[in-house]
Antibody, heavy 124, light 107 residues
Framework: QVQLQEAGPGLVKPSETLFLTCTVS????????FTWIRQSPGKGLEWIGY?????RTNSNPSLRSRLSMSMDGSKLSLTLSSVSTADTAVYFC????????????????????WGQGTTVTVSS | DIQMTQSPSSLSASVGDRVTITCRAS??????LHWYQQKPGTAPKLLID???TLQPGVPSRFSGRGSGRDFTLIISSLQPEDFATYYC?????????FGQGTKLEIK
């Protein structure tokens, strides 16, 4: 059974760079990609982006200029530069099912496995 | 970006009630619509995939329907453990946006 576990620094100063990891245990497959989601205090869910097992990524345009995602074996990494208080949130990683078509296109379904989330506070 | 609008934003109901939550997309998303339940301090849980596919282990009192732009989540008979916040999400196109959530509270 796949499990995800996020890890992060807890507290980051404004203008610094945030580094998060997500460890995947229990295996992975080409039928699944991994996504990052965040939730600001008392707010809704914001999709950050996804990464495939081959390193293909796509991210939210609102974050793209500051965001980097990578995958090394069973560990996902997220880097967010120049953070501000608006980046204070609980950050989740999750697995998303992907369907590949012969044409080379693919489609996404729901996120069926989630980590427990890691809280990041941006404050001086 | 595709905007997802849920209604209502909050809802008070009693155990045993039938509850309907709606989600409307700003563009057609066929059936790339998924429903999540989130309880305080925990990660969201996928309830329904692709508009109407109930996830393993999710009680059959939950159901989903819709296609195109309009979708509904139905809880046929509320149970105490169903009081939570519900989110819809589209994965038709990136960014994979969420609705703002519907908080279901005990009346």
């Amino acid at each position: 059974q796949v499990q995800l576990q996020e890890a992060g620094p807890g507290l980051v100063k404004p203008s610094e760079t945030l580094f998060l990891t997500c460890t995947v245990s229990g295996g992975s497959s080409s039928s699944h990609y991994f996504t990052w989601i965040r939730q600001s205090p008392g707010k809704g869910l914001e999709w950050i982006g996804y990464i495939s097992d081959s390193g293909r990524t796509n991210s939210n345009p609102s974050l793209r200029s500051r965001l980097s995602m990578s995958m090394d074996g069973s560990k996902l990494s997220l880097t967010l530069s120049s953070v501000s208080t608006a980046d204070t949130a609980v950050y989740f990683c999750a697995r998303v099912r992907v369907r590949h078509y012969d044409s080379g296109s693919y489609s996404f379904y729901g996120m069926d496995v989630w980590g427990q989330g890691t809280t990041v506070t941006v404050s001086s | 970006d595709i905007q997802m609008t849920q209604s209502p934003s909050s809802l008070s109901a009693s155990v045993g009630d039938r509850v309907t939550i709606t989600c409307r997309a700003s563009l057609t998303i066929t059936t790339y619509l998924h429903w999540y339940q989130q309880k305080p301090g925990t990660a969201p849980k996928l309830l329904i995939d692709a508009a109407s596919t109930l996830q393993p282990g999710v009680p059959s009192r939950f159901s989903g329907r819709g296609s195109g732009r309009d979708f509904t989540l139905i809880i046929s008979s509320l149970q105490p453990e169903d009081f939570a916040t519900y989110y819809c999400q589209q994965t038709y196109s990136t960014p994979h946006t969420f609705g703002q959530g519907t908080k279901l509270e005990i009346k």
